[in-house]
T-cell receptor, first 112, second 114 residues
Framework: DADVTQTPRNRITKTGKRIMLECSQT?????MYWYRQDPGLGLQLIYY???????NKGEISDGYSVSRQAQAKFSLSLESAIPNQTALYFC???????????FGPGTRLTVL | GENVEQHPSTLSVQEGDSAVIKCTYS??????FPWYKQELGKRPQLIID?????GEKKDQRIAVTLNKTAKHFSLHITETQPEDSAVYFC?????????????FGQGTELSVKP
């Protein structure tokens, strides 16, 4: 869905580095989510935000932080990356009236 | 909290056959159940969803059934085609639990052999 974009699409970094993944959407949705996908483990929710002033932890928030800079932008940070944070990261959006979530193209992160 | 179990983890069928993927959920207050298809290297795409006030929903070759009493729901794909090969995820949400966040199953890798 071209209305939800993520940057970068691929990133290789080293242990201990700070990394920021960015998500932007033009769908006008108020809700935004960050998920992590590991092989065989499905999609796990890291953080979610229902509006600019509302940030909530998901199932696996340890080691991550987020910022909702505007309704259309939601960024995910790894303060000090570690190898087991190597994964595929997806941003998603939805609006408060309908529960359907729309995913961005994903960011493949490798921590060496 | 909600827990969603999905079976099988892999499924192989011949082209033209039907495929069925099953999910169970633990939170009886969950009321929204979407299914996503994820092709290799791509993002998950919503293919069908159902709410707890209906028992079945169809969209061409895809159907979803819901049994609220047993707390399980299933995805049915008829007349499978090679392009149906992908990983399929079910999910459930409870609007009264943290705003209705989705809890996903572990995924089913469907392979349709020509």
């Amino acid at each position: 869905d071209a209305d939800v974009t993520q940057t970068p699409r691929n990133r290789i970094t080293k242990t201990g580095k700070r990394i920021m993944l960015e998500c932007s959407q033009t769908k006008g949705h108020d809700r935004m989510y960050w998920y992590r996908q590991d092989p065989g483990l499905g999609l796990q929710l890291i953080y979610y935000s229902f509006d600019v002033k509302d940030i909530n932890k998901g199932e696996i928030s340890d080691g991550y932080s987020v910022s909702r800079q505007a309704q259309a932008k939601f960024s995910l940070s790894l303060e000090s990356a570690i190898p087991n944070q190597t994964a595929l990261y997806f941003c998603a959006t939805s609006d408060s009236q309908r529960e359907q979530q729309f995913f961005g193209p994903g960011t493949r992160l490798t921590v060496l | 909290g909600e827990n969603v179990e999905q079976h099988p983890s892999t499924l192989s069928v011949q082209e033209g056959d039907s495929a069925v993927i099953k999910c169970t959920y633990s939170d009886s207050a969950s009321n929204y159940f979407p299914w996503y298809k994820q092709e290799l290297g791509k993002r998950p795409q919503l293919i069908i969803d159902i709410r707890s006030n209906v028992g079945e929903k169809k969209d061409q070759r895809i159907a979803v059934t819901l049994n609220k009493t047993a707390k399980h729901f299933s995805l049915h794909i008829t007349e499978t085609q090679p392009e149906d090969s992908a990983v399929y995820f079910c999910a459930a949400s409870n609007p009264y639990n943290q705003g209705g966040k989705l809890i996903f199953g572990q995924g089913t890798e469907l392979s349709v052999k020509p």
